[in-house]
Protein backbone atom coordinates (compact mmCIF):
# COMPACT_ATOMS: atom_id res chain seq x y z
CA UNK A 1 0.00 0.00 0.00
CA UNK A 2 2.96 2.37 0.75
CA UNK A 3 4.03 2.07 -2.86
CA UNK A 4 0.53 2.51 -4.46
CA UNK A 5 0.58 5.58 -1.98
CA UNK A 6 3.52 7.02 -3.73
CA UNK A 7 2.82 6.55 -7.36
CA UNK A 8 -0.73 8.13 -7.10
CA UNK A 9 1.08 11.10 -5.37
CA UNK A 10 3.59 11.20 -8.08
CA UNK A 11 1.19 10.74 -10.56
CA UNK A 12 -0.85 13.64 -9.43
CA UNK A 13 1.73 15.98 -8.72
CA UNK A 14 3.01 15.60 -12.31
CA UNK A 15 -0.91 15.89 -13.56
CA UNK A 16 -0.61 19.83 -11.51
CA UNK A 17 2.71 20.05 -13.19
CA UNK A 18 1.33 19.84 -16.70
CA UNK A 19 -1.73 21.59 -16.37
CA UNK A 20 -0.25 24.81 -15.06
CA UNK A 21 2.02 24.79 -17.65
CA UNK A 22 -0.36 24.63 -20.28
CA UNK A 23 -2.06 27.30 -21.86
CA UNK A 24 -5.53 28.43 -20.58
CA UNK A 25 -6.99 29.49 -17.38
CA UNK A 26 -10.08 29.08 -15.51
CA UNK A 27 -12.46 26.58 -16.02
CA UNK A 28 -10.50 25.43 -19.01
CA UNK A 29 -7.32 24.74 -16.76
CA UNK A 30 -9.45 23.03 -14.04
CA UNK A 31 -11.03 20.43 -16.63
CA UNK A 32 -7.76 20.11 -18.07
CA UNK A 33 -6.14 19.01 -14.83
CA UNK A 34 -9.11 16.34 -14.42
CA UNK A 35 -8.29 14.98 -17.36
CA UNK A 36 -4.69 15.02 -17.19
CA UNK A 37 -5.35 13.24 -13.57
CA UNK A 38 -7.52 10.73 -14.80
CA UNK A 39 -4.82 9.28 -17.70
CA UNK A 40 -1.84 9.39 -15.70
CA UNK A 41 -3.39 7.90 -12.87
CA UNK A 42 -4.81 5.09 -15.03
CA UNK A 43 -1.28 4.66 -16.68
CA UNK A 44 0.90 4.54 -13.73
CA UNK A 45 -1.57 2.14 -11.59
CA UNK A 46 -1.69 0.05 -14.87
CA UNK A 47 2.53 0.06 -15.20
CA UNK A 48 2.55 -0.97 -11.62
CA UNK A 49 -0.14 -4.01 -12.03
CA UNK A 50 1.54 -5.07 -14.75
CA UNK A 51 5.05 -5.12 -13.27
CA UNK A 52 3.71 -6.82 -9.72
CA UNK A 53 2.20 -9.29 -12.55
CA UNK A 54 5.78 -9.77 -13.83
CA UNK A 55 7.56 -10.06 -10.48
CA UNK A 56 8.40 -13.45 -10.39
CA UNK A 57 9.43 -13.27 -13.90
CA UNK A 58 11.72 -10.20 -13.25
CA UNK A 59 13.14 -11.65 -10.25
CA UNK A 60 14.88 -14.40 -12.00
CA UNK A 61 16.52 -11.98 -14.43
CA UNK A 62 19.88 -9.84 -12.96
CA UNK A 63 18.96 -6.13 -11.97
CA UNK A 64 20.05 -4.28 -15.11
CA UNK A 65 18.16 -6.64 -17.18
CA UNK A 66 14.97 -6.61 -15.17
CA UNK A 67 15.14 -2.88 -14.24
CA UNK A 68 15.64 -2.82 -18.53
CA UNK A 69 12.47 -5.08 -18.74
CA UNK A 70 10.28 -3.23 -16.70
CA UNK A 71 11.65 0.19 -18.21
CA UNK A 72 10.06 -1.08 -21.85
CA UNK A 73 6.85 -2.45 -19.94
CA UNK A 74 6.63 1.18 -18.85
CA UNK A 75 7.07 2.77 -22.41
CA UNK A 76 5.06 0.11 -23.94
CA UNK A 77 1.85 0.56 -21.77
CA UNK A 78 1.99 4.77 -22.08
CA UNK A 79 2.02 4.08 -26.20
CA UNK A 80 -0.75 1.65 -25.32
CA UNK A 81 -2.69 4.14 -23.14
CA UNK A 82 -2.18 7.04 -25.33
CA UNK A 83 -3.13 5.17 -28.49
CA UNK A 84 -6.18 4.27 -26.58
CA UNK A 85 -7.25 7.73 -25.46
CA UNK A 86 -6.58 8.83 -29.07
CA UNK A 87 -9.27 6.88 -30.46
CA UNK A 88 -12.03 7.00 -27.79
CA UNK A 89 -11.33 11.06 -28.06
CA UNK A 90 -11.60 11.15 -31.38
CA UNK A 91 -14.31 13.02 -32.67
CA UNK A 92 -15.79 14.28 -29.21
CA UNK A 93 -15.53 16.75 -27.06
CA UNK A 94 -12.53 15.22 -25.30
CA UNK A 95 -10.55 15.67 -27.97
CA UNK A 96 -10.03 19.81 -26.99
CA UNK A 97 -8.07 19.08 -24.12
CA UNK A 98 -5.34 17.11 -25.72
CA UNK A 99 -2.67 18.54 -26.16
CA UNK A 100 -1.83 19.92 -29.84
CA UNK A 101 -5.09 18.43 -30.54
CA UNK A 102 -4.68 14.52 -31.84
CA UNK A 103 -1.14 15.08 -33.73
CA UNK A 104 1.52 13.01 -32.99
CA UNK A 105 3.11 15.48 -30.31
CA UNK A 106 0.36 14.07 -28.13
CA UNK A 107 2.35 10.44 -28.06
CA UNK A 108 5.97 12.32 -28.45
CA UNK A 109 5.35 14.06 -25.75
CA UNK A 110 3.96 11.29 -23.07
CA UNK A 111 6.29 9.12 -24.19
CA UNK A 112 9.55 11.30 -23.18
CA UNK A 113 7.32 11.92 -20.11
CA UNK A 114 6.97 8.89 -18.96
CA UNK A 115 10.82 7.82 -20.47
CA UNK A 116 11.83 10.63 -17.67
CA UNK A 117 9.55 9.97 -14.98
CA UNK A 118 9.94 6.07 -14.75
CA UNK A 119 13.72 6.49 -15.04
CA UNK A 120 13.47 8.25 -11.11
CA UNK A 121 10.89 6.30 -10.29
CA UNK A 122 12.38 2.99 -10.65
CA UNK A 123 15.48 4.58 -9.70
CA UNK A 124 14.18 5.47 -6.38
CA UNK A 125 12.46 1.81 -5.83
CA UNK A 126 16.03 0.57 -6.58
CA UNK A 127 17.43 3.17 -4.21
CA UNK A 128 14.68 1.92 -1.33
CA UNK A 129 15.58 -1.89 -2.42
CA UNK A 130 18.98 -1.39 -1.63
CA UNK A 131 18.77 0.80 1.22
CA UNK A 132 16.34 -1.97 3.05
CA UNK A 133 18.98 -4.87 1.82
CA UNK A 134 21.49 -2.77 3.55
CA UNK A 135 19.53 -2.33 6.86
CA UNK A 136 18.79 -6.33 7.01
CA UNK A 137 22.60 -7.13 6.47
CA UNK A 138 22.89 -5.00 9.35
CA UNK A 139 20.57 -6.66 10.96
CA UNK A 140 21.28 -10.03 10.46
CA UNK A 141 25.18 -8.67 11.82
CA UNK A 142 23.65 -7.61 15.04
CA UNK A 143 21.48 -10.88 15.51
CA UNK A 144 25.05 -13.08 15.17
CA UNK A 145 26.41 -10.67 17.74
CA UNK A 146 23.73 -10.90 19.95
CA UNK A 147 23.61 -15.04 19.19
CA UNK A 148 27.28 -14.61 20.01
CA UNK A 149 26.92 -12.94 23.14
CA UNK A 150 26.18 -15.89 25.61
CA UNK A 151 27.79 -14.82 28.29
CA UNK A 152 30.60 -16.80 28.99
CA UNK A 153 29.88 -17.06 33.20
CA UNK A 154 26.83 -18.47 32.11
CA UNK A 155 28.18 -21.70 30.61
CA UNK A 156 30.64 -21.76 33.20
CA UNK A 157 28.55 -21.44 35.78
CA UNK A 158 25.77 -24.31 34.49
CA UNK A 159 28.66 -26.44 33.80
CA UNK A 160 29.80 -26.58 37.46
CA UNK A 161 25.54 -26.62 38.46
CA UNK A 162 25.67 -29.62 35.96
CA UNK A 163 28.86 -31.19 37.36
CA UNK A 164 27.88 -31.10 40.76
CA UNK A 165 24.16 -32.64 40.23
CA UNK A 166 26.17 -35.41 38.87
CA UNK A 167 26.81 -36.48 41.96
CA UNK A 168 23.97 -35.63 43.86
CA UNK A 169 20.75 -35.63 41.43
CA UNK A 170 21.94 -37.23 37.92
CA UNK A 171 18.28 -37.21 36.58
CA UNK A 172 18.08 -33.60 37.23
CA UNK A 173 21.81 -33.28 35.86
CA UNK A 174 20.47 -35.01 32.51
CA UNK A 175 17.78 -32.04 32.04
CA UNK A 176 19.89 -29.02 32.84
CA UNK A 177 21.93 -30.54 30.41
CA UNK A 178 18.90 -30.79 27.74
CA UNK A 179 17.61 -27.07 28.32
CA UNK A 180 21.32 -26.11 27.63
CA UNK A 181 21.67 -28.01 24.63
CA UNK A 182 18.50 -26.05 23.45
CA UNK A 183 19.86 -22.82 24.33
CA UNK A 184 22.79 -23.61 22.40
CA UNK A 185 21.10 -24.60 19.43
CA UNK A 186 18.70 -21.56 19.37
CA UNK A 187 22.03 -19.19 19.62
CA UNK A 188 23.67 -21.03 16.77
CA UNK A 189 20.65 -20.98 14.34
CA UNK A 190 20.73 -19.32 11.15
CA UNK A 191 19.60 -15.60 12.08
CA UNK A 192 16.68 -15.27 9.41
CA UNK A 193 15.27 -18.19 11.44
CA UNK A 194 11.67 -17.17 12.31
CA UNK A 195 10.20 -19.25 15.80
CA UNK A 196 7.00 -18.74 17.23
CA UNK A 197 5.80 -17.47 20.63
CA UNK A 198 5.81 -20.84 22.43
CA UNK A 199 9.13 -22.06 21.52
CA UNK A 200 10.25 -18.59 22.53
CA UNK A 201 8.37 -18.76 26.38
CA UNK A 202 9.80 -22.51 26.24
CA UNK A 203 13.34 -21.21 25.44
CA UNK A 204 13.04 -18.16 28.42
CA UNK A 205 11.54 -20.90 30.89
CA UNK A 206 14.66 -22.92 30.26
CA UNK A 207 17.36 -20.28 30.52
CA UNK A 208 15.39 -19.51 34.29
CA UNK A 209 15.57 -23.42 35.52
CA UNK A 210 19.24 -23.03 34.44
CA UNK A 211 19.66 -19.80 36.61
CA UNK A 212 17.11 -20.89 39.30
CA UNK A 213 19.68 -23.90 39.87
CA UNK A 214 22.11 -21.53 40.32
CA UNK A 215 20.86 -18.75 42.43
CA UNK A 216 18.29 -20.46 44.31
CA UNK A 217 15.36 -18.73 46.76
CA UNK A 218 17.05 -15.21 45.29
CA UNK A 219 15.93 -15.45 41.95
CA UNK A 220 12.08 -15.67 42.25
CA UNK A 221 10.02 -15.75 38.96
CA UNK A 222 6.22 -14.99 38.38
CA UNK A 223 4.80 -15.46 34.65
CA UNK A 224 1.29 -14.62 33.16
CA UNK A 225 1.34 -15.47 29.63
CA UNK A 226 -1.99 -17.56 29.30
CA UNK A 227 -3.25 -14.90 27.08
CA UNK A 228 -0.50 -15.39 24.51
CA UNK A 229 -1.08 -17.23 21.02
CA UNK A 230 1.30 -19.78 20.74
CA UNK A 231 1.26 -20.33 16.70
CA UNK A 232 2.27 -16.39 16.52
CA UNK A 233 5.30 -15.96 14.23
CA UNK A 234 8.60 -13.94 15.11
CA UNK A 235 11.83 -14.04 14.90
CA UNK A 236 14.04 -16.39 16.80
CA UNK A 237 15.41 -15.37 20.06
CA UNK A 238 13.46 -12.09 20.45
CA UNK A 239 12.19 -12.89 24.10
CA UNK A 240 15.05 -14.80 25.80
CA UNK A 241 17.72 -11.54 25.63
CA UNK A 242 14.81 -9.33 27.99
CA UNK A 243 14.91 -12.48 30.55
CA UNK A 244 18.51 -12.53 30.37
CA UNK A 245 19.28 -8.96 30.84
CA UNK A 246 16.35 -8.59 33.93
CA UNK A 247 18.98 -11.86 35.42
CA UNK A 248 22.15 -10.04 34.76
CA UNK A 249 21.21 -6.55 35.43
CA UNK A 250 18.88 -6.92 37.97
CA UNK A 251 18.80 -9.99 40.34
CA UNK A 252 22.42 -10.75 40.11
CA UNK A 253 23.86 -8.01 41.65
CA UNK A 254 21.79 -7.76 44.69
CA UNK A 255 22.59 -10.04 47.45
CA UNK A 256 18.67 -10.36 48.32
CA UNK A 257 18.52 -11.39 44.89
CA UNK A 258 14.84 -10.19 43.52
CA UNK A 259 11.47 -10.84 41.33
CA UNK A 260 11.05 -11.30 37.64
CA UNK A 261 7.87 -10.97 36.40
CA UNK A 262 6.88 -11.83 32.85
CA UNK A 263 3.58 -11.03 31.38
CA UNK A 264 2.40 -11.22 28.04
CA UNK A 265 -1.18 -10.66 26.43
CA UNK A 266 -3.50 -10.32 23.43
CA UNK A 267 -5.18 -7.22 22.64
CA UNK A 268 -7.11 -7.51 19.36
CA UNK A 269 -4.17 -7.94 16.52
CA UNK A 270 -1.50 -6.90 18.35
CA UNK A 271 0.43 -8.84 21.03
CA UNK A 272 2.60 -7.74 24.09
CA UNK A 273 5.05 -8.58 26.40
CA UNK A 274 6.68 -7.50 29.41
CA UNK A 275 10.01 -8.12 31.40
CA UNK A 276 10.23 -6.25 34.96
CA UNK A 277 12.86 -6.87 37.25
CA UNK A 278 13.86 -4.60 40.58
CA UNK A 279 16.37 -1.74 39.39
CA UNK A 280 19.14 -1.71 42.44
CA UNK A 281 20.45 2.16 41.90
CA UNK A 282 22.62 1.66 44.38
CA UNK A 283 24.87 -0.81 42.63
CA UNK A 284 27.68 0.51 40.12
CA UNK A 285 25.74 -0.28 36.21
CA UNK A 286 26.82 -3.16 34.27
CA UNK A 287 26.95 -2.56 30.54
CA UNK A 288 25.89 -4.51 27.85
CA UNK A 289 22.31 -3.96 28.21
CA UNK A 290 21.52 -1.40 25.43
CA UNK A 291 22.86 -3.51 22.57
CA UNK A 292 20.59 -6.28 23.38
CA UNK A 293 17.55 -3.40 23.52
CA UNK A 294 18.89 -2.05 20.35
CA UNK A 295 18.72 -5.23 18.55
CA UNK A 296 15.58 -6.30 19.23
CA UNK A 297 13.70 -3.17 18.16
CA UNK A 298 15.87 -3.51 15.18
CA UNK A 299 14.53 -6.73 14.57
CA UNK A 300 10.77 -5.71 15.10
CA UNK A 301 10.87 -3.26 13.10
CA UNK A 302 12.55 -5.07 10.39
CA UNK A 303 10.16 -7.87 10.42
CA UNK A 304 7.15 -6.12 11.65
CA UNK A 305 7.40 -2.51 10.25
CA UNK A 306 6.28 0.39 12.36
CA UNK A 307 3.89 -1.70 14.15
CA UNK A 308 7.20 -3.49 15.85
CA UNK A 309 7.79 -1.53 18.88
CA UNK A 310 9.67 -1.73 21.77
CA UNK A 311 9.98 0.48 24.95
CA UNK A 312 11.96 0.35 27.90
CA UNK A 313 12.33 2.47 31.46
CA UNK A 314 12.63 2.46 35.10
CA UNK A 315 10.05 3.52 37.93
CA UNK A 316 9.48 3.17 41.20
CA UNK A 317 12.32 1.13 41.60
CA UNK A 318 11.76 -1.32 38.78
CA UNK A 319 12.77 -1.63 34.94
CA UNK A 320 10.29 -2.57 32.75
CA UNK A 321 11.12 -3.26 28.96
CA UNK A 322 8.13 -4.10 26.59
CA UNK A 323 7.71 -5.18 23.23
CA UNK A 324 4.88 -5.43 20.78
CA UNK A 325 4.12 -6.70 17.61
CA UNK A 326 1.01 -7.60 15.30
CA UNK A 327 -0.28 -11.39 15.56
CA UNK A 328 0.94 -13.34 12.40
CA UNK A 329 0.13 -17.04 12.24
CA UNK A 330 3.13 -19.44 11.33
CA UNK A 331 2.30 -19.82 8.08
CA UNK A 332 1.70 -15.40 7.36
Not at 233 to 245: G, M
Not at 258 to 268: D, F, H, K, T, Y
Not at 316 to 330: K, N, S
Request: one cysteine or more.
Amino acid sequence: IRIVFIIVIAAELLAFILALTAPGAGAERWSRLGLLSLFIQWVSLSCAGILCLLRARLNRLHSPLAATAAYLVILALTVFAVELVRAIARGTALESFLPEGLQAEFLHTSVAIAAIVGAVMLRYFYVQRQTRRTIEAEARARFQALQARIRPHFMFNSMNTIASLTRTDPALAEAVVEDLAELFRVSLADAGNLSTVGAELDLIRRYLRIESLRMGERLRIEEDTAGLPLDASIPALLFQPLVENAVYHGVEPLPEGGLIRIEGQRAGGMITLCVTNPLADALPRRGGNRMALDNIRERLQLHFGRQGWLKAGSADGRYRACLGFPYQGRGT
